[in-house]
């Protein structure tokens, strides 16, 4: 085994959830207020997700009022608390990019028999 999968191996997480891209998530997000810390819930579908060992992201967008959000996590970051499957999603790319540019009936992504 190499030196560098020797560190990270300690800092990989083991109960993230299989998912792929066009899945619907939840994600709980720590989020740290001053003193206070609580879990903030961004539930949308996977954009696009980057494989890079301990470096590994995934972006999630959802509709907010109209407007489209968009945000990256990283899937082994102490900050990410947990990851939630809503509905799994049947896609035919890796990237779903051309999602941005749609709204309304155009924006749904078929269901995963």
Avoid at 30 to 40: D, F, T
Avoid at 61 to 81: M, W, Y
Avoid at 103 to 112: Q, V
């Amino acid at each position: 085994m190499n030196i560098l999968d020797q560190i990270t191996q300690d800092y990989k997480k083991n109960d993230v959830p299989e998912f792929n891209v066009g899945d619907t998530v939840k994600v709980h997000v720590k989020i740290i207020e001053g003193q206070r810390e609580r879990i903030q819930v961004f539930e949308g579908y996977v954009l696009k997700m980057q494989n890079g060992g301990i470096s590994q992201t995934f972006t999630v967008r959802r509709l907010a009022q109209g407007i489209g959000v968009e945000k990256t996590f990283p899937i082994h970051s102490p900050k990410v608390d947990k990851i939630e499957v809503v509905k799994k999603g049947r896609v035919r790319r890796a990237k779903l990019n051309y999602m941005r540019e749609r709204t309304g009936k155009a924006a749904r992504i078929k269901k995963a028999k």
